[in-house]
């Protein structure tokens, strides 16, 4: 099998034992976009979960793949329209001063 395809087996294949710690909406949370975090279980367990009950495996939020499943990348290419940062053909001055994302004129 190709290992550029990402779909859930490959995902499974190459990532099925590295532990994530899914979250779910919570309306009463304090925490950030109310996501409370759910027990530990491993990317393969997750993947189980999500294609028995989509509904109720909460969410893999935020998780950081270029350090969390390396795996995953060694084959990963940019397409080139997506390989230059056009922000940088842009004048410091045009920039949001926090973000860095372009002002609109």
Known sequence: KDKRV???ETIVQQC?????????FDKTSTKWAGLEDQAPMTV?????SYKNNPTST????DWGLPKSCTELLANFVVPKYF???????FEVHDRHPVSGVDQPP
Do not use: K
């Open 83 to 89: 390989a230059a940062d056009y922000l940088q053909s």
């Open 44 to 48: 393969r367990d997750f993947m189980s």
């Open 16 to 24: 099925g034992d590295h532990v994530i710690t899914p979250r779910v």
């Open 58 to 61: 909460g969410y893999l939020f």
């Open 6 to 8: 990402w779909d859930t």
